[in-house]
Every structure is written in structure tokens, then in C-alpha cells.
């Protein structure tokens, strides 16, 4: 069974800093792409940013400038790297990543989250 583990999550305040990390474990052919994804309360869940196997980015334009995401295909980890944040990055984060547990058995699988609270 796979699972994504996340943490790093907390309290900052605007203009702070935090960086997220996601590992994958369990049975685990291959890791395509991974990423991270938010939901505010009252809101639908929305990309924050993904990252491809061979490490090409792709960012929520509210982000771009300000989050960067990398991984470590050794450690099955996705990284989530958040300066200059704002009130409204508030949410909880979700990992994701679509994963081969065989040679033909890919599932997209999903972490169970991480409060990212932006408050003074």
C-alpha cells in the first residue's frame, strides 16, 4: 500500500516562510509526476504547483514568484518551498502524486494534508 506522508506545516505570519516536504512509501514501481494542491475553507481545491519525473515545474499563477517546488526522485520526496506569504495562502495543502505500483498499475494517490495557517 502507498502512502504520502507530508509535513512542515504551521503558523506564520505574512512575509514568512515554510517549506513543505511530501515523502512516498510503500510498494513503489515508479513516481511520475507529484505535486501540491490547497484548499481554503469555502473553496474549491486548486493546483498550487507540480512537478514532472525529470524535475520541469509547473505554478498557480497566485504562487509563481513566490513558491518553488523540487524533488529528490532517490528519497520519493516533493518539496514545497513557500516565501512571501500572504493571508490568503491560507488552506489546508494536500500532496499528490501519480504512482506505478507495478509495471501496469499507476493510481493517483493523495496525502491527508497540512494546515498552512498565515496569520500576525
Known amino acids: 500500500q502507498v502512502q504520502l506522508v507530508e509535513s512542515g506545516g504551521g503558523l506564520v505570519q505574512p512575509g514568512g516562510s515554510l517549506r513543505l516536504s511530501c515523502a512516498a512509501s510503500?510498494?513503489?514501481?515508479?513516481?511520475?509526476?507529484m505535486g501540491w494542491y490547497r484548499q481554503a475553507p469555502g473553496k474549491q481545491r486548486e493546483l498550487v504547483a507540480t512537478?514532472?519525473?525529470?524535475?520541469?515545474?509547473n505554478y498557480g499563477d497566485s504562487v509563481k514568484g513566490r513558491f518553488t517546488i523540487s524533488r529528490d526522485n532517490t528519497k520519493k520526496t516533493v518539496y514545497l518551498q513557500m516565501n512571501s506569504l500572504k493571508s490568503e495562502d491560507t488552506a489546508v495543502y494536500y500532496c499528490?502524486?501519480?504512482?506505478?505500483?507495478?509495471?501496469?498499475?499507476?493510481?493517483?494517490?493523495w496525502g491527508q494534508g497540512t494546515q498552512v495557517t498565515v496569520s500576525s
Open positions: 512537478i514532472t519525473s525529470g524535475g520541469w515545474p
Open positions: 499528490n502524486a501519480g504512482i506505478w505500483d507495478g509495471p501496469r498499475d499507476f493510481k493517483n494517490y
Open positions: 510503500g510498494s513503489i514501481f515508479r513516481t511520475d509526476a
